[in-house]
């Protein structure tokens, strides 16, 4: 499912997951896709709620989402699992809550990350949305993702559900007032019994709730276990935003809709994960690309001193083999 092509990883849908999809979205032309998928991603850049309580409105709002954006959502929801796992690498998560599931992108990604996983809850409000998801899972190889639960609710209203290994919420707080947000941050993480993830659009509003988040669940009591290898305040600038680059491949259905361009796509996204354990030791976690020059790779690195640039020359040999290998979101290695 992870590819590595001319030095980038790329993610791959799963199997069972792009055969579910083709098969389910055949009934309606490419053609058709691609225009409610363009009115759509106009309305969520716009970033306004009019008139309209949601952006996704009608079930062919909802078939296009599932063909153009859970593709890039799961490879978004894939590459922050990764690192939450390489940081608590004993941590295998048996349950998942995930709320605001749309077509059930978390649980397919977590799935691919957590296989102990054997218990889903799902919590979403838009019922064309539960029935997708549920003809997807239908085809799933996993016997958690066919078995979990699904449950219609608007999750800034009542409702009650036992706590969970792990919570999630992928691209929905985006959909939320600040005070609803924040109401829903919190019964999240009560509801968490290790980890809760939120992960949001890689743009400056989204890492300004993904922010926003962070200081909450903090003061709330969690570890901020990844991407930040600290608790202390985000020291990104103003005018800058914390985010990372997930590749993926297009699928056969995706290219078609999206006829001749290119066969992958980049996924900007910005994260939080907070724990009730502590992560492994983190010196500091990579921010942008490496900058590869002779004989020296440079490097932009968050640590608990702030964001720092960190030069690692041939001469530091065994920590210079290391470096060739990180890549934007890496760990950034401890120097012996
Ligand atoms: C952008 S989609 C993200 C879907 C999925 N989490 C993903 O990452 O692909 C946002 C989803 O949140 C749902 N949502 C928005 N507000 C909600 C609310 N108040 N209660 C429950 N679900 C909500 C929407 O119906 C939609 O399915």
């Known amino acids: 499912m992870i590819l590595r092509k001319e030095g980038v990883l790329h993610i791959e849908l799963p199997g069972d997951l792009r055969y579910a999809l083709e098969t389910e ?9 691609a225009k409610t998928a363009t009115e759509l991603s106009d309305r969520y850049r716009v970033g306004k709620l009019p008139v309209r309580k949601s952006y996704i409105e009608s079930q062919e709002d909802v078939y296009a989402y599932a063909a153009f954006r859970m593709p890039a959502t799961f490879a978004a929801v894939y590459s922050a699992l990764k690192q939450v796992s390489e940081v608590l690498p004993d941590w295998n998560p048996q349950t998942l809550l995930d709320v605001g599931t749309g077509p059930g992108t978390v649980m397919w990604a977590a799935d691919a990350v957590y296989p102990d996983i054997n218990a889903i809850t799902l919590l979403e409000k838009d019922e064309h949305m539960i029935d997708l998801g549920r003809k997807l899972a239908e085809h799933a190889s996993s016997i958690p993702i066919q078995k979990a639960e699904w449950i219609k609710a608007d999750v800034t209203g009542h409702w009650e559900t036992s706590p969970h290994d792990m919570v999630t919420a992928s691209y929905v707080l985006g ?29 400056p509003a989204g890492f300004s709730r993904i922010k926003q988040a ?36 297009r699928s056969r259905l995706h290219r078609q809709i999206k006829a001749g361009e290119l066969s992958y796509e980049d996924e900007k996204f910005s994260f939080i994960a907070v724990s009730r354990r502590k992560g492994e030791a983190v010196s500091g976690r990579v921010l942008r690309h490496p900058q590869i020059r002779k004989g020296h790779i440079e490097f932009e690195v968050c640590s608990h001193e702030g964001i720092s640039k960190r030069v690692i020359t041939r001469k530091d040999k065994e920590l210079f083999r290391k470096a060739r290998k990180l890549s934007w979101g890496s760990v950034f290695p401890q120097s012996e």
């Open 175 to 203: 959909e939320l007032s600040e005070q609803n947000r924040n109401a829903l941050l919190k019964k999240l993480w009560h509801l968490a019994k290790d980890t809760l993830v939120i992960i949001e659009p890689g743009t």
């Open 214 to 249: 962070r200081e909450l669940l903090i003061a709330e009591g969690g570890i901020s276990i990844a991407p930040c290898p600290h608790n202390s305040s985000c020291p990104m600038a103003e005018d800058d935003w914390c985010h990372f680059s997930q590749r993926l491949s």
């Open 25 to 33: 979205l055949a009934a309606i032309s490419p053609k058709k896709l």
